[in-house]
């Protein structure tokens, strides 16, 4: 289902509410690793699980769960969002260097060829990494004190472009698996996001000659 990150989001949303409100700090972190390395072993580092004698236990609680679609794997990047927007609003200092997130990305990307390699004989869902976290925070602290000119039609040209792209990619996956029989992988991902792109962006041009298509953003 496309839209799986956005009730995951509501889901995390409402239990790290509830958390925040009832439990202490260390507690909710300990809940966030507990998540985290759940949707690991659910998608990239399955193939640490996948030949041990609990593996069919897992495949069970899995399938109910849905650990990388659903609120486990909200809740870590929630409550990081949460670190960050209050040490930012707090004014605390920010990280001023280029150099931590273009490091992690490079750590990011070695480890994905790492599992890559390690888990070549298994079919896995290549989608959250160890590295992902700490990026994924280095990256967002460091832009948050960007000063970035950008004219308000080109945001709005993106906004809508990223409305578009959302609402045609399924279809376009569909599309693209009737023709070349990818059913997941890089190759798949690459296909869509290019594609998906590009149907949006002339959709963005045509509606000036089809009010119609104004309705789709």
Known sequence: M????????????????????????????????????????????????????????????????????????????????????????AGKRMMERAYTPIFLLLALFFEALLVRHQSESVEIR??????????????????LRRNINIRHNVCLWFRQLSILVFLTHQLLILMIYRITGYSMGLLLTFMVVCSSAIVSFFIIKCSSRIKLLHYLY
């Open 2 to 89: 496309g839209s799986w990150f956005i009730h995951a989001s509501w889901q995390g949303m409402l239990l790290l509410y509830w958390m925040l409100k009832h439990w202490s700090g260390i507690w909710i972190k300990v809940i966030c690793v507990l998540c985290f390395s759940i949707v690991l072993l659910d998608t990239s580092y399955k193939f640490i699980i996948i030949n041990s004698p609990y593996n069919y236990l897992w495949d069970e609680l899995s399938s109910i769960i849905l650990p990388s679609e659903s609120f486990v794997a909200s809740i870590p990047y929630l409550y990081l969002g949460k670190i960050l927007a209050e040490k930012y609003k």
């Open 126 to 143: 290549y989608e959250q990494f160890v590295f992902l976290i700490p990026f994924t925070y280095a990256m967002v602290d460091f832009l």
